[in-house]
């Protein structure tokens, strides 16, 4: 079977598609009915309580005289406000990556001598088994870098004589191997394809023990290796800020669900990589992106109000960009007044711009987390209010630093990871059941027909 072949969509899987299309089908007012929360969510869009966790936490309302409201978004980590590490570890001038690593992971802030030691183990774990680039990356890459990274996370199981043991210790070693070695499998995956496919020049930089993670990065994306102060601190600043968003994220609760089946490290891992992969998930930073590419072509003048509203109106009546009507980058399943995670990138976003000159699409970017709520208030019915999220400028970050829209989510993986490691370790040690919630069938008991009967 040629490759074409392989790829097509006959007339008799369309026939098919649209027989098991009628048979999946089910009438929506059955969920009411029975009282069944899709998404794990109610309809005022409160998450249904299917677990416990340590490890982080997610707040966007507040108790006022025994009515809960919006309030502005706080993400704390193991008990810590995120924004205050980050203004503690900017503040030294350190990167923030492995130091909150480390937190999320031991639930302690390490002092100096224990952080030291931590990177030196990560750095030490910063080393691809002989032969994987050429074995594995090199060969049949992908043109999606998640999917390259999941297959390179499942063949690393090959390489691991305790691949299957679940215990904490083994997994703890597992999960830093694969923290220290997702930029490495994303990037020079990247890197295959652009040669393979693209006939670029094939750069392959071997990691830096004395740089870190985000330095790391950049060292063996870039040709050159070269990167500047304040991209790297940006880069790392955006990790942290990745790094964790409760147990109720999908990939996160994919991490909960598939290690409670006592598989193993790399299946676990692989899976959660699947469900970041998602558009409704990780990707939308990409399409914030091509959105305001878009919008910087259809607006003349970038700092009119009433046409940038105009635009905004007409991305929500799929009259524009990819006519999905929505408009990337604003709204959020949990905070309503504003994502924590978006006010403090944005502030480092303003900083780079002004580096890389490009001030004017700052602007725009500022102005379009204006209007963009009172637009979608203004046009939808909305049970809480709407905000910017850290897709809106995480998206802007990576454009600034000129990486391929190719990495943006790998490079979430790259720091989401840390959590996920995390996750995996607290129900492990919790030793809960395995996750198997119910779901009720609706479909009737039919009697057998014979082959000669059916129609």
């Known amino acids: 079977m040629d490759h074409n072949s392989y790829s097509e969509i006959t007339p008799d899987i369309i026939r098919l598609a649209s027989m098991a299309q009628k048979a999946d089908i089910i009438d929506s007012e059955l969920f009411t009915k029975y009282d069944v929360k899709r998404g794990l969510r109610d309809l005022n869009g409160k998450g249904v309580l299917a677990g416990l966790t340590n490890i982080s936490d997610v707040r966007a309302t507040k108790i006022v005289d025994g009515v809960s409201v919006p309030t502005h978004g706080r993400l704390f980590y193991r008990g810590y406000d995120v924004k205050d590490l980050v203004a503690g570890f900017t503040q030294n001038d350190r990167f923030g990556f492995e130091e909150v690593t480390y937190l ?53 199981y090959s390489y691991d004589d305790r691949a299957d043991d679940v215990s904490l210790p083994n997994v703890l070693r597992q999960c830093l191997q694969l923290i220290s070695l997702f930029p490495l499998l994303s990037i020079y995956g990247y890197q295959a394809y652009c040669h393979y496919h693209d006939g670029k020049s094939l750069y392959i930089h071997q990691p830096d023990p004395s740089l870190s993670a ?14 500047t102060p304040l991209e790297a601190k940006l880069l790392d600043i955006a990790l942290v800020l990745h790094m964790e968003h409760g147990g109720g994220n999908n990939s996160s609760f994919t991490t909960h669900v598939v290690t409670s089946s006592l598989t193993d490290t790399y299946s676990v891992i692989a899976a959660a990589i699947g469900s970041l992969k ?24 970038w700092e009119d109000e009433e046409e940038v509203k105009a635009y905004l109106q007409k991305l ?19 905070y309503s007044k504003s994502d924590p995670r978006a006010v403090i990138l944005k502030d480092f976003a ?33 049970y809480k209010g709407v905000s910017v999220n850290v897709d809106f400028y995480s998206g802007f970050v ?30 492990l040690a919790n030793n809960g059941k395995i996750i198997r919630p119910a779901y009720k069938p609706i479909s009737i008991d039919k009697e057998y027909i014979d082959m000669e009967d059916r129609y």
Do not use: C
């Not at 985000?214 to 990167?227: F, G, K």
């Open 398 to 427: 990576y454009n600034m630093l000129g990486l391929p829209m190719e990495l943006y989510t790998p490079i979430f993986a790259m720091a989401r990871i840390s959590g996920w490691s995390a996750h995996r370790m607290e129900e």
């Open 104 to 156: 999320l992971l031991f639930d302690k802030l390490p002092n100096e001598e224990e952080l030291l030691s931590f990177r030196d183990m990560l750095a030490g774990y910063r080393t691809l088994p002989t032969s994987f680039v050429r074995d594995i990356i090199m060969k049949a890459p992908s043109i999606d870098m998640m999917n390259t990274l999941s297959r390179s996370v499942l063949t690393l």
């Open 278 to 301: 998602g558009p409704r998930h990780g990707g939308a930073n990409i399409k914030v992106v091509q959105m305001f590419d878009e919008m910087k072509k259809e607006i003349k003048d």
């Open 350 to 382: 303003e900083k780079l711009s002004m580096e890389k000159s490009l001030e004017k699409e700052f602007a725009l970017y500022s102005l379009v987390e204006k209007l963009a709520p009172v637009v979608i208030s203004g046009e939808r019915q909305m």
């Open 316 to 334: 929500l009546h799929k009259e524009a960009f990819d006519h999905a009507g929505l408009i990337y980058g604003v709204g959020h399943a949990i």
């Open 214 to 227: 985000a330095e790391n990065i950049l060292h063996i994306l870039r040709p050159d290796s070269s990167y």
